[in-house]
């Protein structure tokens, strides 16, 4: 199983950007996925999910509006388009799984918003 996350960067406030998190090592489309991030010196905590379908999506409500995450099932890739980045948005940014009775973890892509 691998998870590697991409598109990080800066980016001044207002500004967009999206994540991608390519997948391998497990059937993709058959797993719900999810964005977690952590700033410095804070917990990690919940962004965004999809289910395994795409049929249901669930956003933090510091984010709801503003990001919208989406998947490709043929390219087995998990978006998180942002828009109106904030500076509390700063953070390592993650995606998620869990399968095999255990979570799958990537390394993270770092925003930070100025």
């Known amino acids: 199983v691998q998870l590697v996350e991409s598109g990080g960067g800066s980016v001044q406030a207002g500004g967009s950007l999206r994540l991608s998190c390519a997948n391998s090592g497990f059937t993709f489309c058959n797993y719900e996925m999810s964005w977690y991030r952590q700033a410095p010196g804070k917990e990690r905590e919940f962004v965004s999910s999809?289910?395994?379908?795409?049929?249901?999506?669930r956003y933090a409500a510091s984010v709801k509006g503003r990001f919208t995450i989406s998947r490709d099932d043929a390219k087995k890739t998990l978006y998180l388009q942002m828009n109106s980045l904030k500076s509390e948005d700063t953070a390592l940014y993650y995606c998620?799984?869990?399968?095999?009775?255990?979570?799958?973890w990537g390394q993270g892509t770092q925003v930070t918003v100025s």
């Open positions: 999809i289910t395994f379908d795409g049929s249901s999506t």
């Open positions: 998620a799984t869990a399968l095999g009775g255990g979570s799958w």
